[in-house]
C-alpha cells in the first residue's frame, strides 16, 4: 500500500532577487498543481512578517523561502524532482537562489503524517448549506463485471487503495474533511453526453487534464470535455467497463 510522504525544504534567494523569485516561484507553484496530480500540497512560505507579536525562534533569515510537500507516495516525489516542471524551474531560475556545487542550496526534511487535519474551510463558510439541505450523498459504488479489472484501473487513474469486505467487495476510504457537497437533478437529454437517464458521480481532483489524459492512458474513453457552467468546471470519461465517470474542480459552496 503506497503511503503519502511530506516535506519541509529550505532556499535562499540570492541578494537584490526576491522579486524575481516570488515571480517564479508563483508560476512553479501554478505548473505543478496543473501538471502533477500526484502531489498532494505544494506551499510556498517567507518569513512571516504581519504581527510583532509573532517572533520566529531562531529568528528566520529575510531571504529564506520554505516549501511544505506532500506527495501520494515516495515515487510521486522521485517524479516531482526528476520532472520537467522543476527540473526546468532550477535550469531556467536556479541563479535566484544562493548556490552550493552549482545547484540552489537547500535543507530537505522528510515527514510522515501521524495526526492532525486539514481544514479545507471555515465554519461559518459551510453552516448555511448544511443547514439548508440534508442527506449528501456520502457513498458510491462501482458494481463491476471484473471488479480486479476495474480496481486495477481505477488504482491506475486515481492512485486508490482499497480495504476488502464481505464478498471481496473493496472498500476505498477517504480523509476525513469537510469539503463543499453537491448534488443536482436535471433533464435527460439522450443527445447530450453526460445527460443519458440515470445517475451520475464525480469525483473531485485539482485540475481536470491531467487525471483525464491519465483515464484515457489506462483505457478509459472520453464522455464531455471540460466544460464550465454555473461556476462549476468538470468533465467526464467512461470507465473500461462503460460506466460514466465524472470529474470535477474545486469549488465553493
Known sequence: MSQTVSLISEWFVAPGRMEEARAALSALALEVERGEPDTLTYLVHEPFKGDRRLQALPPARPDSILFFETYRSPDAFLAHVDGPIFTNFVAEHGDLFLAANGKPYTTVEFLARRAGFVRTSGAGETAEASDTNSHPAVMFEII????????????????????????????????????????????????????????????????IEPVLDRALAAGASPLMPPTSIDGYRFAMFTDPEGNPIGLIEPFQS
Open 144 to 207: 463491476a463485471q471484473n471488479a480486479q479489472t476495474s480496481a486495477d484501473f481505477y488504482t491506475e487513474v486515481f492512485g486508490w487503495d482499497y480495504v476488502s469486505g464481505t464478498g471481496g467487495f473493496r472498500y476505498i476510504h477517504f480523509p476525513a474533511g469537510s469539503p463543499p457537497l453537491l448534488g443536482g437533478i436535471g433533464q435527460a437529454d439522450p443527445s447530450v453526453p453526460g445527460f443519458a437517464p440515470g445517475h451520475n458521480f464525480y469525483l473531485l481532483v485539482d485540475v
